[in-house]
């Protein structure tokens, strides 16, 4: 029998995904593991893969279409099956794309067509598209003997509008979705704090000698030790079941042209810091290249993102469910600040920490960032 392939899930939190190509067209041969269409997600760009060859015998959507989970795209018929049978099949299966009208009649009005040889408008209709340059002779009228009425043109703008507009879809809609859903679904308080880097940026000097770090390797370092200290800002919650977790995975978010991605570093406190410079650098890299497979975005249990190369010094960043903390970093600026009882210029950073507040109280969250700012001012990590 014919094999069906579907839309994919990754992850609990996917719903939907986006056919960005199809690499075989209807009636090719695909053999077992061979990539039949590619799926772009809030997360990634994945090739999906048939299970079994065959012959292309139906796909049910066309590129760009955004389709379910679990939905099915595309048919294969096997060894001994006529591919035009099972297409015929699916055929009723197949997504039908319509393009309404630019303007309709207003249900159950009859409309009659103006004559051929003269413009029936009223005042108002003409004064409006005139001021918009719209060509009444290419409208249809509502009104009695199919006069154009201001109605009519200015249905005529919405839909030129409209045919401008640029959708939502693939990463830019799922972002906008799972943003939405953050913030509807979580109790978000931000709590800021300054941070006297100097010692952290002599250290920065120091070790670029060695290796290729940046503030942001720094930082994840001195979030990993502190969160071996707060385990309850490393929790995931769905639902209203919350899950521990041993391992300390940092999400860092990386800035794309579409959009925002977030690769993980799995068990960060586990790593020296030249291991975190030199995979946070891998990450980055194959995440701009749109390289980046599905388990290197999974399983991050906290996430921090850095505005500070923008000029940014503090900003409310939203928690990237389910987890429960995320830690936004601002830009370095050296200003006048007390240090060892007296006035000095320092290096300081202002830290913004969102978390879910049904999961993690005040108290315990500002412990938690007190914790990176000690670490950050430190000269070595502890």
């Excluded at 997600?41 to 048939?50: N, Q, R, S, W």
């Excluded at 279409?65 to 049978?85: F, H, L, N």
């Excluded at 408008?121 to 005139?130: E, I, N």
Aim: with cysteine; proline share 5%.
């Amino acid at each position: 029998m014919p094999v069906e392939v579907v839309m994919p899930k990754f992850g609990l939190t996917m719903q939907e995904g986006t056919i960005q190509r199809w690499f075989k067209a209807e009636g090719e041969r695909i053999e077992a593991g061979q990539p039949l269409f590619e799926v772009e997600t809030e997360k990634v760009l994945y090739e999906v893969e048939v299970p079994t060859g065959g012959w292309v015998a139906k796909l049910l959507y066309p590129a760009e279409a955004t389709v379910p989970c679990a939905q099915v795209v595309a048919v294969i018929a096997v060894e001994g099956e006529d591919p035009v049978a099972v297409a015929a099949r699916y055929a009723s299966h197949a997504v039908a794309h319509k393009f309404a009208d630019a303007h309709r009649a207003a249900p159950g009005r009859e409309v009659a067509a103006p004559a051929a040889d003269r413009i029936v408008a009223t005042p108002a209709a003409r004064k409006l598209a005139k001021e918009h340059h719209i060509d009444l002779a290419a409208l249809r009228g509502s009104g009695p003997g199919g006069r154009i009425t201001r109605e009519d043109v200015e249905a005529a703008l919405v839909a030129a509008s409209m045919r401008t507009a640029e959708p939502l879809r693939g990463m830019r809609k799922a972002i906008a979705e799972r943003m939405w859903k953050s913030l509807q679904s979580a109790a978000q308080l931000t709590i800021t704090t300054e941070a006297d880097v100097t010692t952290l940026v002599e250290r920065r000097e120091h070790l670029k000698a060695q290796f290729a770090v940046t503030f942001t390797d720094l930082i994840v370092e001195a979030v990993a030790g502190a969160l071996r200290e707060h385990p309850r800002l490393r929790v995931t919650s769905e639902g209203d079941a919350i899950q521990r977790h041993d391992d300390i995975n940092i999400g860092i978010a990386v800035a794309l042209d579409e959009g925002l991605i977030v690769p993980v570093i799995a068990k960060a406190d586990q790593k020296p810091l030249q291991q975190i410079a030199e995979e946070s650098r891998s990450l980055a890299e194959r995440a701009r290249a749109g390289t980046l497979g599905i388990d290197a975005v999974s399983g991050g249990n906290f996430t921090i993102t850095n505005l500070g190369m923008y000029g940014v010094d503090a900003f409310t960043p939203i928690i990237h469910q389910p987890q429960v903390a995320i830690l936004g970093v601002g830009r370095i600026v050296q200003k006048p600040a007390v240090h060892e009882g007296r006035v000095a210029i320092r290096s300081m950073m202002t830290l913004s920490l969102t978390f879910d507040h049904r999961i993690v109280d005040g108290a315990p969250a500002a412990a938690f960032l007190g914790d990176v700012v000690r670490r950050l001012g430190s000269s070595i990590a502890t």
